[in-house]
């Protein structure tokens, strides 16, 4: 059983940045793809970001790219989003995934095999 555990979440001024980080239980995880969703309330959960094994290939939702960055480091077993520039409607819990079939969709949240408790962030305007 993998666990996931975010953290970094917070309250942040609108324009300001935020770093979340994802870290795994498991080594398995180095090999699996990774994703970060979000959910603000009242709205469903949306993909914002997805990572290879390897880190070489990323994907961003269009309402994050440019301003987010989804990395890894797999000697730590830890995955990280960097957030900047953050905006009102950034504001959300966000959540990482992890997918052991990289064959199934990387942007569908039941997709992912994995999840974590979720790091609440808050930005104001």
């Known amino acids: 059983q993998v666990q996931l555990v975010e953290s970094g979440g917070g309250l942040v001024q609108a324009g300001g940045s935020l770093r979340l980080s994802c870290a795994a239980s498991s080594r398995t995880c180095s090999s699996y793809v990774m994703g970060w969703f979000r959910q603000a309330p009242g709205k469903e959960r949306e993909f914002a970001a997805a990572?290879?094994?390897?880190?070489?290939?990323?994907y961003y939702a269009d309402s994050v790219k440019g301003r987010f960055t989804i990395s890894r480091d797999n000697a730590k077993n830890t995955v990280y989003l960097q957030m900047n520039s953050l905006k009102s409607e950034d504001t959300a819990e966000y959540s990482c995934?992890?997918?052991?079939?990289?064959?199934?969709?990387?942007?569908?949240?039941?997709?992912?095999?994995?999840w974590g408790q979720g790091t609440q962030v808050t930005v104001s305007s």
């Open positions: 990572i290879s094994w390897s880190g070489g290939v990323t």
């Open positions: 995934a992890a997918l052991v079939d990289p064959n199934r969709s990387w942007f569908v949240a039941t997709s992912y095999h994995y």
